[in-house]
């Protein structure tokens, strides 16, 4: 019983620090400060923002 | 290659997390739920064996589950219990032998929880099961011939045999319906499925 | 498959992104297209066997002397074909794609990932016969046999290997909100599949735990693996198809986390009224509430940065298809999260209203954005175009239509079944009566449906035959230009 608890407890402990843990390593790589260039990050120089790049066979997109 | 670890680390923290919560604990905590035993002497529920346990692998073969729940809700939510499909709610206790649980969520047929109590005429099973429209007109549940064998009247009646030609439409020739093996266990089975006995925590 | 000659030296106006993506492209070719034709052969037989068992539930009678396909066993040959074939190889061959690109790597392993193709395949069709031979667990969404793990299990790891290698790779800074939700689901689902099926055959888990274990995983199978896949390409390809960035990055991130934390505990709300202490339950109910919130994130997302493109809906069939998927992931998690509620579940639990809801998950918005993903990714890997526009429209409008239709007739039905189900003055037969004409409805926009992926089956099969490299107008490549003169050089 007391065993299953400290496994209850231990693991929320572990999970929960973990979570916080992969937060500040998103923050720390500055994945939450430029935003606009994440945003960004998929688009390239053949494929430039503005750029649609899908249409119907025979059509302009 | 270490970067993306906490990462992982994270996404993999939400998951564990709820498994505690949604597995973990709710097991440990029927985990130490036991039969009660009434006065004489017998276990509530009772374990399944022999055919009963047979006829529970037909049940889960033949998918009944996809249509077919078993758990009575309690008076204060749904007609479960008006509808006469139990005379009290279900509680995790009832399910402390089931492997696998089979409590279905969909009722596109009745409730059977308690099927054995509300229905224990065999020969109602095997007609039913046999051709469901012989016993509820309009029904849409599906016919399971392959459990059965129609041999004509000629002879006298095979053992555990049911008289069809009582039951279905008078144009059919005379027949006996006999039962396969697999048709008595999964009657078996529906006829263990009887959970009237009373536990103190169903009325909390 | 030979190297792409093609550099910015041999061909000035050919630029170095180009190759690049060319390249990367290249590279997902067998892997992804194997899992695509893969995924669509399913598809075919998951609809098949959707007809079948939709017929036998207004017409019992029906093919009811076969004991394998009675109707307890072609309804999980159903589910199982269309989530563990369709809507697992489609998605992981558009996981594979969408990594590389975001990764800008190309991808790992081409020699091994074809193999998972046939050892997934393998999985599946061992599962389906268990099912149809009657061998079938008896745990939703979880009928294949309990061995079926190693396979399906092996090929995962695989997957998780294989992206973690191109993450670490990667030659782009930024982690795009789409790489967060892939990650997720190569994590998550590993974890689910092997605990739902090892805990409970191992004894650990059992009685009524059995069935909190058994809807954590069915729930957490759309919500933490085939949602994650549908947003990731959505997140994706709204803005790439578009060109228009996505409307707040910022949010994305914050659904992302929300979504992780909120949608692993919702599960047990399949067991609302059920035989479990009334905690468990109230916290599945807390976090389907809680969905409000990544929900809402990706709900302004996607339909903010669809405003001002809405003409693009008539020139893109991409764009037809994903937009569709996403403003019915709206609807279907507001609709879920509502349906999670004491007193809308009292009505809508048991009922067909649930199964028009799921539908609306799984088909309408999952499947109707990797639809829309194949109609990007295909062209780009077998470098051929579409062969037919109509049969690119029917099956738009098969499958819209189909699906609305399909929703919203059991939808109606099940509200009503479940209110004269909680009148216990009528009788049963009579609510099986009154569903009986929507059940036939259900089949009726169910073949309409089926329509539409025959005619997205013959698209795809056309388009991998092809060796035609005459294209008229390359529409789905953006460099008409490059293009033409890769196409010359390899020639």
Redesign the interface.
């Known amino acids: 019983m007391k065993l299953t608890y400290l496994l209850i407890w231990g693991c929320m402990l572990a999970f929960g620090s973990s979570a916080v843990w992969a937060l500040v390593w998103a923050i720390r790589r500055g994945e939450m400060s430029d935003f606009k260039a994440g945003a960004e990050s998929i688009f390239d120089e053949e494929e430039p923002v503005g750029r649609p790049t899908d249409a119907f066979p025979g059509a302009r997109p | 290659?270490n970067?993306?670890w906490?990462?992982?680390?994270?996404?993999?923290?939400?998951?564990?997390?709820?498994?505690?919560?949604?597995?973990?604990?709710?097991?440990?905590?029927?985990?130490q739920?036991k039969p009660v035993v009434d006065q004489n002497g017998i276990s509530h529920p009772t374990p399944p064996a022999g055919s009963v346990l047979l006829g529970r692998e037909v049940?889960?073969?033949?998918?009944?589950?996809?249509?077919h729940?078993q758990?009575?809700?309690?008076a204060d939510?749904?007609?479960d219990i008006?509808?006469g499909w139990g005379t009290r709610?279900?509680?995790?206790r009832?399910?402390?032998?089931?492997?696998?649980?089979?409590?279905g969520?969909?009722?596109?047929?009745?409730d059977l929880e308690n099927i054995g109590a509300r229905q224990p005429s065999r020969e109602w099973q095997y007609l039913h099961l046999f051709n469901?429209q012989i016993t509820?007109?309009?029904?849409?549940?599906?016919?399971?011939?392959?459990l059965f064998k129609v041999v004509d009247k000629g002879g006298p009646a095979p053992v555990g045999s049911v008289d069809l030609t009582a039951n279905a439409s008078p144009t059919k020739k005379a027949s006996y319906l006999v039962p396969s093996g697999r048709a008595q266990d999964l009657v078996d089975f529906l006829m263990s499925l009887n959970h009237s006995y009373d536990l103190p925590e169903a009325h909390q | 498959m030979s190297a792409i000659a093609v550099s910015p030296e041999a061909a000035p106006d050919v630029t170095a992104d180009y190759v690049t993506r060319v390249q990367i492209d290249r590279s997902c070719r067998q892997t992804v297209l194997g899992y695509y034709a893969s995924a669509v052969a399913w598809l075919l037989i998951g609809s098949l066997a959707a007809l079948i068992t939709s017929v036998k539930m207004h017409h019992p009678e029906f093919l009811g002397n076969y004991e394998w396909i009675t109707f307890g066993r072609i309804r999980p040959v159903h589910l199982n074909t269309v989530v563990y074939g369709w809507s697992s190889m489609v998605g992981i061959g558009t996981t594979l794609w969408l990594e590389a690109r975001l990764c800008k790597v190309r991808l790992p392993h081409r020699a091994l990932l074809p193999a998972t193709v046939i050892i997934w395949n393998a999985g599946v069709v061992w599962g389906v016969y268990e099912v149809l031979a009657g061998h079938s667990t008896g745990v939703e969404w979880l009928e294949f046999p309990p061995q079926v793990l190693g396979i399906f299990g092996f090929v995962l790891l695989v997957l998780f290997w294989v992206s973690l290698k191109m993450f670490n790779q990667r030659h782009v800074h930024h982690t795009y909100v789409s790489q967060w939700y892939l990650f997720g689901s190569v994590v998550w689902f590993p974890i689910l599949y092997s605990a739902a099926i090892l805990l409970p055959t191992t004894g650990m888990v059992g009685g009524a735990a059995w069935a909190t274990t058994n809807w954590w995983y069915a729930h957490n199978v759309l919500g933490l693996y085939v949602t994650p896949m549908g947003l990731a390409t959505i997140y994706y390809l709204i803005p790439k198809v578009t060109g228009k960035p996505i409307y707040s990055y910022h949010l994305s991130l914050l659904g992302f986390w929300a979504n992780a934390l909120f949608y692993s505990w919702i599960g047990t709300h399949h067991l609302v009224g059920g035989p479990l202490p009334a905690w468990i339950i109230t916290l599945g109910i807390v976090g389907s509430i809680m969905m409000f919130v990544p929900v809402t994130t990706v709900a302004i997302n996607h339909h903010m940065t669809m405003i001002g493109k809405f003409h693009m809906l008539k020139t893109s069939p991409t764009l037809r298809f994903v937009v569709f998927g996403a403003v019915s992931y709206t609807a279907v998690s507001y609709q879920g999260s509502l349906e999670a509620l004491r007193s809308v579940s009292h009505v809508a639990h048991f009922t067909h209203y649930t199964i028009a809801h799921a539908h609306l998950g799984m088909y309408s918005f999952y499947t109707m954005t990797m639809f829309g993903a194949m109609y990007y990714i295909v062209p780009r890997l077998t470098r051929n175009e579409w062969s037919s526009v109509p049969l690119i429209k029917i099956h738009f409008w098969t499958t819209s239509l189909g699906v609305l239709a399909y929703f919203c007739a059991l939808s109606w039905a099940g509200w009503y079944e479940g209110e004269m189900m909680n009148n216990p003055l009528i009788p049963f037969i009579k609510i099986v009566d009154y569903t009986k004409p929507y059940l036939v409805a259900r089949s009726l926009s169910g073949s309409f449906m089926t329509i539409g992926h025959i005619a997205f089956a013959i698209l795809v099969f056309r388009i991998l035959r092809s060796s035609d490299v005459s294209m008229i107008g390359p529409t789905l490549f953006t460099s008409k230009r490059g293009m033409m003169r890769w196409r010359r050089k390899e020639a």
């Not at chain 2, 758990?71 to 309690?74: G, H, I, K, L």
């Open positions: 290659m970067r993306s906490s990462f992982i680390a994270g996404v993999l923290a939400t998951i564990l997390f709820s498994m505690m919560g949604l597995i973990f604990v709710p097991n440990w905590q029927f985990e739920l049940y889960i073969s033949e998918g009944c589950l996809y249509c729940s758990q009575v809700r309690s939510f749904g007609a008006q509808r709610r279900s509680v995790a009832d399910y402390i032998f089931d492997r696998p649980h089979l409590m969520t969909m009722r596109t047929g009745p469901p509820s007109p309009g029904s849409i549940m599906p016919p399971f011939h392959f």
